[in-house]
Structure formats: C-alpha cells, structure tokens
C-alpha cells in the first residue's frame, strides 16, 4: 500500500517537473523572442538558445504526457467531499 502511494507521489512530482520544464523553455527563448519582435538580426550565438530550450521543452512535454498528475483519493483529501457527506474530520 505505501509503495503505491509513493509511485502517486513520484508520478505526480515528474508531471509538475515536466511543467517547470516546459516554462523554463519558454524563458530560454525569451531573447531570441524579443529579437524577432525587434527585428534584430541573428548577432549572437543562436545555438546557446535553442538547443538548451529545445530539449527543456522536449524533456518538459515528455515528462507532462508519460507522467499524469492524479488527484488524491477521498480517503487522503477529506477536504474535497460533498458537505453531505458528514464530517471532513475523523
């Protein structure tokens, strides 16, 4: 039983790495979006941006779609029954 729930636990921190992944791509290329919007010829080294963002965002999608977040069991979130349901407190 714990190690399943240790596995929930791992699933769930590699979907939100995968997120922080996919925003730390997006930053990494933040100055060659600003380049393109300024109309600045390509005057540094391009690939110190786009290879590192690449493979952030590709290591991002990656780890979001094999990985899915799982909301927890009522058992474990007691919070989210119905009001109905009695007290959240055991």
């Known amino acids: 039983m714990k190690r399943e729930g240790r596995i929930k ?5 590699f979907h939100y790495l995968g997120i922080v992944l996919i925003l730390f791509a997006f930053l990494q290329a ?3 979006i600003i380049s393109a919007i300024c ?3 390509v ?5 110190i941006y786009v290879i590192p963002a690449a493979v952030s965002a590709a290591l991002g ?3 979001v ?3 899915r977040a799982r909301p927890p069991p009522l058992a474990e979130a007691p919070w989210q029954r119905p009001l109905w349901a009695g ?4």
């Open 87 to 90: 007290s959240p407190f055991p």
């Open 61 to 63: 999608v990656g780890l």
């Open 9 to 13: 636990n791992l699933r769930t921190a």
């Open 39 to 41: 109309l600045e010829t």
């Open 30 to 32: 933040l100055p060659l």
């Open 43 to 47: 005057q540094f080294p391009f690939r």
């Open 65 to 67: 779609t094999l990985f």
